[in-house]
Nanobody, 123 residues
Framework: QSQFVESGGGLVQPGGSLRLSCTAS????????VGWFRQAPGKEREGVSCISSGDGSTYYAGSVKGRFTISRDNAKNTVFLQMNSLEPEDAAIYYCALVVMTTTYCAPEYDYWGQGTQVTVSS
């Protein structure tokens, strides 16, 4: 069964950092663009950051630009999201998904979501 497994979430104080991992099982990530999305209680799911399969082009939502960094390690079949200078507004469940993207646009390619990983930012 093909799926993503997200991990690395937790509780962190404002200004802190977390590194999220998105590991694919059942298929090889090499040829796919992958993105991170998040959903806070009472809000719609939003795109956070995406990375292409070829040249590693990236997309960042304006709210996270300069604070978050997406990367991928195809040997580990994993995409990472390094989150620095976390703010309470970053608290959400974070999901990864296959995406269609440019450097200014990113959207999930399929409406299929894993369990996600919870990020809580609180003092």
């Amino acid at each position: 069964q093909s799926q993503f497994v997200e991990s690395g979430g937790g509780l962190v104080q404002p200004g802190g950092s977390l590194r999220l991992s998105c590991t694919a099982s059942g298929f090889t990530l090499d040829y796919y663009a992958v993105g991170w999305f998040r959903q806070a209680p009472g809000k719609e799911r939003e795109g956070v950051s995406c990375i292409s399969s070829g040249d590693g082009s990236t997309y960042y939502a304006g709210s996270v630009k300069g604070r978050f960094t997406i990367s991928r390690d195809n040997a580990k079949n994993t995409v990472f999201l390094q989150m620095n200078s976390l703010e309470p507004e970053d608290a959400a469940i974070y999901y990864c998904a296959l995406v269609v993207m440019t450097t200014t646009y990113c959207a999930p390619e399929y409406d299929y979501w894993g369990q996600g990983t919870q990020v809580t930012v609180s003092s």
